[in-house]
């Protein structure tokens, strides 16, 4: 079965400033990439996913990841972050029957 | 609005005691999950379902039951064989083939 690595629990970073959340994944055949987020008491939100194709993949907040088959990496980035970012981030790695295995969490925190 | 709702939001009970939680989906979605979050641990799959009157046992399914009488429903039961059964739980569902999950906005625990 696949896995999923999150490279880090908590990345704090100041308002405006670029951030990098690291996403690393095992797997012995073709997968399906995500990237969830999860503010305080809710569920998750789907951020953006990579099915196929383009494997540079956009959200429309401004996120992006990247699709890298030979790191094994789907690495999600901002540019300029802002301080409704902070929320926590969850990678997830699924294959063709729908087994969706999850990271556990990178806890973004935006400070002014 | 099409969406999941799971309810309780917030649950209270005394150790020894079953409870269930609720997952009403009116996506028209094939496949529902249960999984609980732990701080730190991500997600973990505990039931799953992909038709009526089937489902299948994810990583830690002991002491949790569940059923899938309808397509709309999957009520997940914490029974008191489940050892450590404080946490926060989430519903989701997807349509059958390598899609992602729609997430309820989840059921807190709290076991006394």
């Known amino acids: 079965a696949q896995s999923v690595t999150q490279l880090d629990s908590q990345v704090p970073v100041f308002e405006e400033a670029p951030v990098e959340l690291r996403c690393n994944y095992s797997?012995?055949?073709?997968?399906?990439l995500f990237w969830y987020v999860q503010y305080p008491n809710q569920g998750l939100q789907l951020l953006l996913k990579?099915?196929?194709?383009?494997?540079l993949v956009e959200s429309i907040n401004g996120f992006e990841a990247e699709f890298n088959k030979s790191q094994t990496s789907f690495h999600l980035r901002k540019p300029s972050v802002h301080i409704s970012d902070t929320a926590e981030y969850f990678c997830?790695?699924?294959?063709?029957?729908?087994?969706?295995?999850f990271g556990a969490g990178t806890r973004l925190t935006v400070k002014p | 609005d099409g969406g999941i709702t799971q309810s309780p939001k917030y649950l209270f009970r005394k150790e020894g005691q079953n409870v269930t939680l609720s997952c009403e989906q009116n996506l028209n979605h094939d496949a529902m999950y249960w999984y609980r979050q732990d701080p730190g641990q991500g997600l973990r799959l505990i039931y799953y379902?992909?038709?009526?009157?089937?489902?299948q046992k994810g990583d830690i399914a002991e002491g949790y039951s569940v059923s899938r009488e309808k397509k709309e429903s999957f009520p997940l039961t914490v029974t008191s064989a489940q050892k450590n059964p404080t946490a926060f739980y989430l519903c989701a569902s997807s349509i059958l083939t390598a899609g992602e999950l729609f997430f309820g906005e989840g059921s807190r625990l709290t076991v006394l």
């Open positions: 379902s992909q038709i009526v009157n089937d489902f």
């Open positions: 797997s012995s055949v073709s997968v399906y």
């Open positions: 990579y099915l196929s194709g383009s494997t």
């Open positions: 997830a790695v699924s294959d063709y029957n729908n087994d969706m295995r």
